[in-house]
């Protein structure tokens, strides 16, 4: 199971996304970070639901609080919380809310983002100290999430448990979850930095 959904987040493997990689190079303007903060928080707030489906009240409890540090990093980049009004991202949070209805799915949906959340943090926490002069406030978040993998590896244990028809519902939910958070990065990249 796990060789099949890391294979499909080899094709949609956010680290390779030319907005990861300029944030990596301090090549995005301020407002670049701004957009993407409003944009993706959105998301963000849609977590706890995928836990709270898979009866675990712990991990949405602690998702709820992680959205609170997207709130700090937020406000510390110059941003301001809101609904999304890009296109691909309103897509990515109803693709979410959507995938974390039901067990099978949100499985498969939040493995494609656990699996890749803590190098992303890292690449983003690394970006934001060295290329970026920012409040210490717009670390936490990240800092948290770069060494965070119990979640990944929660998730794929239960994955692992699924009887055969649900693994494919779980392997095409991560598909259409990992393509998502791929397009709402290109969104933000095109309207923040063209």
């Known amino acids: 199971m796990k060789h099949n959904l890391d294979s499909i ?10 907005f990861y990689q300029a944030w990596s190079a301090g090549e995005l303007p301020v407002e670049a970070l701004q ?3 409003r944009e993706y928080g959105n998301f963000i707030e849609t977590l706890p639901l995928g836990w709270q489906t898979l009866n675990d009240p712990e991990t949405a409890q602690e998702e709820r609080e992680h959205a609170e540090l997207w709130k700090d990093f937020t406000a510390a980049v110059g941003g301001s919380s809101g609904d999304a009004s890009l296109d691909q991202s309103v897509r990515l949070t109803k693709a979410s ?36 002069r920012f409040p210490q406030a717009v670390e936490p ?33 991560c598909e259409r979850m990992a393509e998502s958070l791929w397009d709402a990065l290109t969104g933000i990249h095109e309207a923040a930095c063209s």
């Open 9 to 18: 987040l080899e094709r949609w493997n956010l680290l390779k996304h030319p």
């Open 35 to 37: 957009v993407y903060a």
């Open 97 to 132: 809310e959507e995938l974390f209805s039901s067990p099978a799915s949100a499985l498969g949906a939040l493995y494609a983002f656990e699996a890749q959340q803590p190098a992303t943090a890292k690449s983003k926490l690394d970006g934001l100290r060295e290329r970026y």
């Open 141 to 173: 978040y990240f800092e948290v999430h770069s060494a965070n993998g119990h979640e990944a590896e929660k998730v794929l244990r239960r994955l692992n448990d699924l009887p055969a028809d649900e693994r494919e519902v779980a392997l095409a939910a």
